[in-house]
């Protein structure tokens, strides 16, 4: 999608290193979320930032949206082989009742 | 268990035919949505519906027709007209219509492919 743009498009770690996946817009974010989707299956909701500055973090992956309300990033920290999978963002940006989403990046874990 | 169901989960069809997907949830949302996923790419949106008797074309509807006469039911149909159909669908749908507070609740996906 042109309106989020997610980077990297893919990614490989060794197990135990940290990693952080951006997601931006052109445009104010006033929902971000971010989804986990294993190859082959839906999509698993991960968080929802609302706010300028906001930071949530989940167990081991932190997510943080922009004082700008442009630009999101999620941070895995010490990776394990279960955080491998397809990380995807998300946003109404035209508040039109429709979702738009990023290409997602693909996040390999090797043992 | 609340949620988003799909079936099949796996779907061929020979070119020429029209085939319907299902989708159903009982989260009581009033919000449903289809997206298409290809291998490599994003979610792009089909049709989505905000209310029963309802909806609206994504940035992809071409060759895809919807009908929402429940709440709970929003079925894709993929016909003969869509050039290039083999590819992953998922179905969503959310409590809000409108709005940036839009946290979307995803079934398990169908996979077609055309023979």
């Known amino acids: 999608s042109q309106e989020l743009e997610q980077s990297p498009q893919s990614l490989i770690v060794q197990e135990g290193k940290n990693l952080t996946i951006n997601c931006t817009s052109s445009k104010t974010l006033y929902g971000l979320y971010w989804y986990k989707q294993k190859y082959g299956e839906g999509l698993i909701f991960l968080m929802m930032l609302q706010k300028g500055g906001e930071e949530k973090s989940h167990e081991k992956i932190t997510a943080k949206l922009d004082e700008k309300k442009q630009q999101s990033s999620l941070h895995i920290t010490a990776s394990q082989p279960s955080h491998a999978g397809i990380y995807l963002c998300g946003a109404d940006v035209t508040n039109a009742g429709k979702s738009t989403f990023g290409d997602g990046t693909t996040l390999t874990v090797k043992p | 268990d609340g949620g988003i169901t799909q079936s099949p989960k796996y779907l061929f069809r020979k070119e020429g035919q029209n085939v319907t997907l299902s989708c159903e949830q009982n989260l009581n949302h009033d919000a449903m949505y289809w997206y298409r996923q290809d291998p490599g790419q994003g979610l792009r949106l089909i049709y989505y519906?905000?209310?029963?008797?309802?909806?609206q074309k994504g940035d992809i509807a071409e060759g895809y027709s919807v009908s929402r006469e429940k709440k709970e039911s929003f079925p894709l149909t993929v016909t003969s007209a869509q050039k290039n159909p083999t590819a992953f669908y998922l179905c969503?749908?959310?409590?809000?219509?409108?709005?940036?507070?839009?946290?979307?609740?995803f079934g398990p996906g169908t996979r077609l492919t055309v023979l």
């Open positions: 969503a749908s959310s409590a809000a219509t409108r709005g940036y507070y839009n946290e979307q609740f």
């Open positions: 519906s905000q209310i029963v008797n309802d909806f």
